[in-house]
Structure formats: C-alpha cells, structure tokens
C-alpha cells in the first residue's frame, strides 16, 4: 500500500532563517505530488505541484519554492522565511484522476 | 475568481442523529468533487467523492448528494459517532482530479454532543 511521509512534525524558526520540509511517497511510482499551506481555521491553499522529477508548478507568487529531485520526494524550501510564512503545510500526492492523500503535516512558526 | 465555500461554519448534531453539511462551487466547469475530514493536528482525510455524471454517491454510513443546477454540493452523515468530530471539507476540481490539484473551501466543524 501507499503512504506518505512527511517530517517534521512541528517547527519553530526565527525570522529570517532557511526552510526545507522533505516528503516523500513509498508504495507508488510517478505520482502527483503537491504542497499546501493551511491558515488557522481556513482552508487549504495549493503552493506548488510536480507531475515529475524537475517539474514545478507554482500556483502562488511567495517566499517559499519546491523542488523535486527524486520521483517519490519533494521538498519545500524557503531561504529566508517571513512571519507570514508560518502554518500548516501539508504535502500530498496522487495519481491522475484520483484523490488527493495528505500527509500529517508541518506545523511552522516563524518567530 | 471561482472559488468553493460552505453555508455553515459550525454544525453542532447530536450522537445517534444524521448530519448534513453543505457547500456551495461557483465553478460551472468543475466535474469532479471531493470530501475530506480533518481531526486536529492531522491532513485531511479522503471521505468520498463524486463526479459531474452523478448525483448521488455512497459509502460506508455517508452519502453525498451533487446538484449541478444549483452548484451544490452536500454530504450526509448517517447516526453521527463522537468519532465524526472534525472539521470537513469540500474540494473541487475542473480537470476530472488532474495534475493541477484542488480547489477548498474553507470548511465546516461538526460537533457531536453526547
């Protein structure tokens, strides 16, 4: 079966500071990978996708970018992180067609 | 721009009793919705999904309801448990669940009182 591995789990870095969150997808080839951000108490906003190794999407202009370098990981990375950077980021993945299937989650704050 | 929103932002049901909630999509092209739930400090969990050829889906003591005249979208919870608490969400796509991912609404917390 699938999954997804997401880490870490929460992470409090001060203003300024460098970002990367790692996922990575076991059980699947070539899927969909996206990286969402989720606002206390809103919805869930798509920052980027891939459809494969190299390939980015970015749906919002902002401080953070993704890379892919690998088929199953996906990393989400920020050189210098802005308070309105914190949240919660989810990563996700899927094969075309179907639903998405997140991860636990990336509690940031940025201080 | 288009966008998925929801009527309610809190729906509070008894345990034992059926829940219903509710989204609305403005998005006249998207063909293919889904519904999630998230429990605190954890992703969003797949519930069910439904695409624009039907009307009406079911699973396992949840059903889901599309209206494509109206752009509304429901999901039905049959003989709410204390484990149905948790924020829900609609999602929307234009692309059938393609690579360009989903749109959310901004979600409803369904309580279950005891």
């Known amino acids: 079966s699938q999954t997804i591995h997401q880490w870490p789990a929460t992470l409090v870095q001060p203003v300024g500071s460098p970002l990367s969150l790692e996922c990575t997808v076991e059980g699947t080839s070539n899927p969909n990978l996206y990286w969402y951000r989720q606002a206390a108490g809103r919805g869930l906003q798509l920052l980027f996708y891939?459809?494969?190794?190299?390939?980015i999407s970015s749906e919002v202009p902002q401080n953070l970018s993704a890379s892919r370098p690998q088929d199953r990981q996906f990393i989400l990375s920020s050189k210098k992180l802005l308070l309105s950077d914190s949240g919660f980021y989810l990563c996700?993945?899927?094969?075309?067609?179907?639903?998405?299937?997140f991860g636990n989650g990336t509690r940031l704050t940025v201080t | 721009g288009e966008s998925v929103g929801l009527h309610l932002p809190t729906l509070s049901v008894q345990e034992g009793d059926n829940s219903i909630i509710n989204c609305a999509y403005s998005n006249s092209a998207s063909d293919y919705f889904i519904w999630y739930k998230q429990e605190s400090g954890k992703g969003p969990q797949f519930i069910i999904d439904?695409?624009?050829?039907?009307d009406k889906r079911q699973g396992q003591r949840v059903t889901v309801l599309l209206n494509k005249t109206v752009k509304h979208l429901s999901l039905q919870i049959a003989a709410t448990q204390p484990g149905d608490s948790a924020v829900y969400f609609c999602a929307e796509s234009a692309s059938g669940g393609g690579a360009d991912g989903l749109t959310f609404g901004k979600g409803t917390h369904l309580i279950i009182q005891p």
């Open positions: 996700a993945w899927s094969p075309s067609g179907s639903p998405l299937h």
């Open positions: 439904i695409r624009s050829n039907m």
């Open positions: 891939s459809v494969g190794i190299g390939q």
